[in-house]
């Protein structure tokens, strides 16, 4: 228990040290990831977050080399593979390789996995009536075809700050446990290790009250290294006679790249268009669409990871039947594709629960909202979710203002914003159309005024901020996907009326939350 608590720490320290010498030789050089395309960051960041990697995997292959020399050519092999797919992706990084090169280096890699180093997907548990499932002379094929996948996923999900990090970290946590369980010391070594490597990384990617962005990327480098890596534990766990999990339990460790990555390369297939082409549908997408915050995304999604990795070892501990768990496993990705092959569906449930769970929204510009109380808050929300029910797609936010001081009423806002797409094609004067309709109708039915803002633009900022408050969805379908625009209102009533009381309301509209 001493060494591996000191592996840890020497592999945390040494890594954290080597990316930050890293990021400070990257902005010498200019060897930076530049906003644009796809990219969802709009500063110029190092890509040299697998360093760290490299430099605690190496840590990790000299323990294991000292301790256990009797598997000498296995850690040879995993040093050399991992050199590989660090050199390919960080030249991936600057000059852009095609998927074909990629794949042929990937393919390299994986036959020294398996020829070397002999770890091999040799069967697929006890899945036909118990007897087990030998894929004999498909092992190998079968091998290249999961490891690679498994590099791939996990590169694809590195799409916001700190997810591809904390969704590994889970899947290393995890299988640290069963490690520890089964008394697998060289595997159990190999990933304390990595996981130094992986929290010194997420010190410098993920964000925090005290670090607003990424100071530093994976890139290509680390994401492809971090899913051999894990490709190489999942596999080498789970094959053998003293095996230390099932394969179907592999599947859930490793739940949400797997189903994320199947789901997009299966909608892009069916689209006509390539697999392997960039998109705005992975699952991180969708939530920052549907208003999460890029820290709240990331947090939720590795919440989830985790959740659905504790039911994989749940379901191991338990003895629950290895078909049983596959098929509970292909049910959950059944739902999750079709949720995500309708994303406009899925992101009015993830808005719900944004305002459930009180999180905070993405921010606004430049913009004054108004006071009102409580009760006339309620009222407008009220009013204003009816009209834009079977309209376009909206959000209406809740803004709370506390009471300057000397005052005892609590003042709130209520703002409405019309999502739309960027390059929409819908003419501008539909969209002058819908707005003089909408202001025309609140004014006549409820003796409101709908004041329109400005489309929000950069140029247009004057300054930021972020309420407090959640944002409260007015059970809008949403209708687009994409990147989006928008039109943004401010609700106020044109006649004043009486205030009732200091009181929050209790409830706000059908299928919204309290105001926070």
């Known amino acids: 228990m001493t060494d591996t608590l000191i592996l840890f720490a020497i592999s945390t320290l040494l890594a954290g040290f080597t990316v930050r010498f890293a990021i400070s030789l990257a902005l010498a050089h200019g060897i930076l990831d530049r906003p ?84 091999v997907i040799s069967d697929l548990g006890h899945l036909l009536a118990g007897e087990l499932f030998v894929l004999a002379m498909f092992a190998i094929p079968f091998t290249l075809l999961a490891t690679i996948g498994g590099i791939n996923a996990l590169n694809m999900i590195d799409g916001i700050d ?40 997420l010190c410098f990617n993920l964000r925090h009250p005290f670090q607003a962005r990424a100071k530093v990327f994976l890139g290509d480098n680390g994401s492809m290294l971090l899913g051999f890596l894990i490709a190489w534990l999942l596999i080498d766990l789970s094959q053998g006679i003293d095996r230390a999990m099932t394969p179907v339990t592999a599947l859930w460790l490793f739940s949400i790249p797997l189903m994320d990555t199947i ?118 929300v009220r009013m204003l979710s009816g009209e834009l029910r079977h309209n376009e797609n909206s959000l209406v936010h809740v803004m709370e203002q506390q009471a300057p ?63 407090g408050a959640a944002a409260e969805n007015g059970g809008i379908t949403e209708r687009r996907r994409g990147e989006h625009k928008l039109l943004i209102f401010e609700a106020m009533f044109d006649q004043p009326t009486s205030r009732q009381g200091e009181d929050k309301p209790s409830k706000i509209a059908s299928g919204s939350s309290p105001i926070k």
């Not at 797919?85 to 991936?92: A, E, K, P, Q, V």
Request: proline share 4%; glycine share 10%; aromatic share 10%.
């Open 36 to 119: 644009g395309q796809h990219k969802q960051h709009e500063t110029h960041t190092p890509f040299v977050g697998g360093t760290g990697i490299l430099v605690a995997l190496s840590i990790a292959l000299v323990f294991l080399a000292s301790h256990f020399p009797e598997h000498t050519l296995k850690w040879l092999g995993l040093g050399l593979g991992a050199m590989i797919i660090f050199i390919t992706g960080f030249i991936d990084d600057i000059f852009q390789l095609s998927y074909k090169l990629r794949f042929i280096v990937q393919t390299l890699v994986v036959l020294i996995m398996t020829l070397a180093s002999g770890v």
């Open 162 to 201: 700190g997810l591809s990090g904390s969704v590994t970290l889970m899947s290393l946590v995890l299988l640290g446990i069963v490690a520890y369980i089964a008394g697998d010391q060289p595997n159990l070594a190999l990933i304390i290790a990595v996981s130094g490597g992986t929290v010194a990384f």
């Open 263 to 380: 789901s997009i390369m299966l909608r892009r297939i069916r689209q006509q268009k390539s697999p392997f082409e960039p998109d705005h549908n992975h699952l991180h997408h969708i939530m920052l669409s549907a208003g999460y915050r890029v820290g709240d995304a990331v947090y939720t999604i590795a919440c989830i990871h985790l959740l659905l990795g504790g039911i994989g070892l749940a379901g191991l501990y338990m003895d629950i039947p290895e078909v049983l768990m596959l098929l509970a496993f292909v049910c959950i990705f059944c739902g999750y594709f079709y949720l995500t092959l309708r994303p406009w569906h899925f992101i009015t449930a993830l808005r719900y629960l944004h305002a459930l769970w009180g999180l905070a929204p993405t921010k606004s510009y430049g913009l004054f909202l108004g006071s009102h109380t409580a009760q006339e808050a309620e009222n407008l």
């Open 405 to 467: 001081h000397g005052k005892k009423l609590t003042q709130y806002a209520v703002v409405v914003n019309i999502r739309l797409l960027d390059g929409d094609n819908t003419p501008h004067k539909e969209t002058e159309k819908f707005t003089a309709a909408l202001q025309a109708r609140m004014k006549e039915q409820y003796g409101i005024q709908l004041r329109p803002f400005f489309e929000r633009r950069k140029q247009d900022t004057r300054n930021t901020f972020q309420p």
